[in-house]
């Protein structure tokens, strides 16, 4: 007589293993990316949050320039992301509940300082008036928000974050608009209604006591006009535009918080090993094509401006533009290819361990003598020619280049170092930022004024309101006059959206620099 085998305990299953919910929010897997479907539609204290966000929005963001506006937005909808996370929604004790296992969303440190980041990143506009350094701020927001929203360690995670964030945003039309079923189903017609009747009262007493007000002191009349905006098509237009993009990036934002994607399997899977050989040979003749051109260089490092004009037929600029954008290139490919070995290259033995730190150690220490031929060549044409926007940024790119490769030396010496893609894109973030404080319109043209060369007043007239309070020490008074009063002539007026410290400054100098009687600007 047999006996049945003992019962095996229940195996709680992965949450991809689960059945899906089945509704406007399903479960998706691609490309090793695990991405469940949110467990119910938005409750009333989301909705009101995000849609508080993209008003204040759509009355505070100034789309041609930066301006105080764009640093309450991303106060406004940070607040409005906590909000949706922190207040959830309560659940009717005989909903069904649906068989989806969610990974929690962690809000550790590293995502507190992405999003730091990402708002102080948009705050940039409220203090510096060079749109170039705003837009490129902007852009780099975009990233370090991803980050703050679906998290990721490795590369391959990293950029998998900043590609999913715009899909979040397609995914959370039909759970907004689902949770916006529910609470129309739940108020009834009542609930619109009173809502109507709030709107009007508020409509109503705003407009009764304003006028009131307003008629009896004319100061309070002065401050209501700045921040009243002109109703005008156009301006309609912009709201409606602005309310309805933002309400989507916020509703996207929200998705991930609420159904994060499971990123960990790109973080843990490495790619397929290659024989030593493979990855060895290849890179033991760069690092010898590197050693050649790096005892080359090191004369020139140690020859500095002697090793340029004892040299037949060599100028500044030849020796300067002739070789920096091709160092540039160089070191960006070497990270590549340090990328690419780190990723390939067998680490099972001792014998591939130690092979694995000699050749990459090399190549990244040679590579940093590169980076420091590029900065001489450029300094160099810098001292001679003069500061632009264009050489501040790629010198600092390179020197950004140059904190990496020191980062992956220290690397080496674990071998594993999950820290490094992130640690590499904060210390750009931080650079960026520095940057911003340093004032680089300001830093070109107090390092163009000091030249004793002929300066070029219409490239520095180009500048940013930034630039004025250097410009305000040029020696000619007509050329200083004329150089700061085509910057104001460039300046639009601010109402309180667009309004800028570095622009409230400028004017205050220009106001107090006219040009002399009896001259006039070329």
């Not at 590369?155 to 590609?163: F, L, N, W």
């Not at 017609?189 to 007000?213: D, E, P, Q």
């Not at 209501?224 to 916020?250: C, H, M, N, S, Y």
């Not at 790619?271 to 690092?287: C, D, H």
Request: some cysteine; charged content about 15%; overall charge positive.
């Amino acid at each position: 007589m047999s006996t049945a085998p003992p019962a095996r305990p229940p195996v709680q299953p992965a949450y991809h293993e689960l059945p899906r919910l089945n509704g406007p929010w399903p479960a998706m897997t691609v490309s090793g990316i695990r991405w469940p479907g949110a467990g119910r539609p938005p409750g009333s204290a989301t909705l009101l949050s995000l849609g508080a966000a993209a008003l204040v929005a759509a009355l505070s963001l100034t789309l041609d320039r930066g301006g105080v506006g764009w640093l309450i937005t991303a106060v406004a909808s940070t607040a409005a992301l906590i909000v949706a996370k922190a207040v959830p929604d309560r659940r009717s004790p005989t909903a069904p509940v649906p068989l989806v296992v969610r990974p929690p969303f962690r809000l550790g440190w590293d995502r507190f300082c992405w999003s730091s980041a990402t708002v102080a990143l948009l705050a940039v506009g409220t203090f510096r008036s060079a749109g170039w350094l705003f837009v490129l701020c902007l852009l780099v927001a975009t990233l370090t928000g991803a980050l703050a929203l679906a998290g990721g360690r490795s590369m391959r995670a990293i950029t998998a974050a900043y590609v999913v964030a715009p899909f979040a945003t397609l995914r959370a039309v039909p759970w907004l608009f689902g949770g916006l079923s529910r609470v129309r189903r739940r108020g009834g017609k009542s609930s619109a209604t009173r809502v109507a009747a709030t709107i009007a009262v508020s409509i109503a007493l705003l407009t009764v006591f304003g006028a009131l007000l307003t008629s009896a002191d004319t100061a309070f009349a002065d401050a209501i006009e700045k921040i009243t905006p002109t109703l005008d098509a156009g301006t309609i237009v912009r709201w409606i535009f602005v309310f309805g993009v933002t309400a989507g990036g916020l509703g996207g934002a929200a998705y991930l918080r609420a159904a994060p994607p499971d990123l960990s399997g790109l973080d843990r899977t490495e790619g397929r090993k290659v024989n030593r050989l493979e990855w060895a040979v290849p890179l033991g003749l760069l690092v010898v094509l590197f050693a050649g051109f790096v005892a080359v260089q090191l004369t020139v490092l140690f020859g500095g401006s002697r090793h340029v004009l004892d040299t037949a037929g060599l100028t500044y600029a030849d020796y300067a533009r002739g070789g920096f954008w091709q160092l540039s290139f160089v070191t960006a490919l070497t990270l590549i290819v340090l990328a690419g070995a780190a990723r390939w290259a067998p680490r099972r033995t001792a014998a591939d361990r130690v092979l694995l730190r000699s050749i990459l150690g090399a190549l990244a220490a040679l590579t940093l003598v590169i980076v420091a031929s590029a900065l001489l060549r450029i300094y160099v044409y810098t001292d001679t020619y003069g500061l632009t926007r264009l050489r501040l940024l790629v010198a600092c790119c390179e020197g950004w280049f140059g904190l990496v490769l020191i980062m992956v030396l220290v690397a080496g010496v674990w071998i594993r170092a999950s820290w490094l893609p992130k640690a590499a894109i904060g210390a750009g973030v931080l650079a960026l930022l520095g940057l911003a404080v340093a004032n680089p319109d300001g830093m070109i043209a107090a390092n163009n004024i000091r030249q004793t060369r002929t300066i070029d007043l219409t490239y520095l007239s180009s500048l940013s309101p930034d630039a004025a309070p250097a410009l305000s020490r040029l020696g000619d008074p007509t050329a200083r006059a004329c150089v700061l009063r085509r910057i104001g002539n460039d300046m639009q007026p601010d109402d309180w959206r667009g309004w800028n410290l570095g622009r409230v400054r400028a004017r205050q100098i220009i106001a107090a620099q006219p040009i002399p009687a009896g001259e006039a600007c070329p």
